[in-house]
T-cell receptor
Framework: NAGVMQNPRHLVRRRGQEARLRCSPM?????VYWYRQLPEEGLKFMVY????????ESGMPKERFSAEFPKEGPSILRIQQVVRGDSAAYFC???????????????FGSGTRLTVV | AQRVTQPEKLLSVFKGAPVELKCNYS??????LFWYVQYSRQRLQLLLR??SRESIKGFTADLNKGETSFHLKKPFAQEEDSAMYYC?????????????FGQGTTLQVKP
């Protein structure tokens, strides 16, 4: 089991371009979470998805950000018209079930470091 | 508002010394708390969770609801414990699994 795979590891985009970050959960995991870590800050929740459903997107910025987890393929975090403030590390985590009970816990990916120039 | 506070950005100790990484939380519900660790060039991984009352790699953490704390402790630090440590609080109705993270504490264990 390769664990949670995120790609690319590093992504450089010019202001105004689009960024697509991919996350393949662990085999058998149907719950995906995206977190963002700005410089000098802790991880901040963005969105929680199950296959074909967005369960909780309360941490997503209202504009330019979207996420999906299709029936087939990886989960995608999409940032349109990137700005310098989007530069951060974006982490994906997966779990076999909702982790609020603590029974499952998350498995994190290595993250994608987005730099906007 | 829900919040997790790790007051120390950096904690530096000598090998063999006791370690306590502080974590305080603010949450009106029944808290579920975790410690995650990130070793150099590795991904974030779960260290322990309060409901398990377990000891992992010599680390323990006790939930103190009166003081709203979940400090991580180890009696004798080892050099391999050097890493970034994050305290996290699970919130969300229906157990959606959303975590609130503290800002993290870098533990540096000197030889």
């Amino acid at each position: 089991n390769a664990g949670v795979m995120q790609n690319p590891r590093h992504l450089v985009r010019r202001r105004g371009q689009e960024a697509r970050l991919r996350c393949s959960p662990m085999k058998g995991h149907s719950h995906v979470y995206w977190y963002r870590q700005l410089p000098e800050e802790g991880l901040k929740f963005m969105v929680y998805l199950q296959k074909e459903n967005i369960i909780d997107e309360s941490g997503m910025p209202k504009e330019r950000f979207s996420a999906e987890f299709p029936k087939e393929g990886p989960s995608i975090l999409r940032i349109q018209q990137v700005v310098r403030g989007d530069s951060a590390a974006y982490f994906c985590a997966s779990s076999p079930g909702p982790s609020g009970t603590g029974l499952y816990g998350y498995t994190f990916g290595s993250g994608t470091r987005l730099t906007v120039v | 508002a829900q919040r997790v506070t790790q007051p120390e950005k950096l904690l530096s100790v000598f090998k063999g010394a006791p370690v306590e990484l502080k974590c305080n939380y603010s949450y009106s519900g029944s808290p579920e708390l975790f410690w995650y660790v990130q070793y150099s060039r590795q991904r974030l991984q779960l260290l322990l969770r309060h409901i398990s009352r377990e000891s992992i790699k010599g680390f323990t953490a006790d939930l103190n609801k009166g003081e709203t704390s979940f400090h991580l402790k180890k009696p004798f630090a080892q050099e391999e414990d050097s890493a970034m440590y994050y305290c996290a609080l699970s919130i969300g109705s229906g157990n959606t699994g959303k975590l609130i993270f503290g800002q993290g504490t870098t533990l540096q264990v000197k030889p």
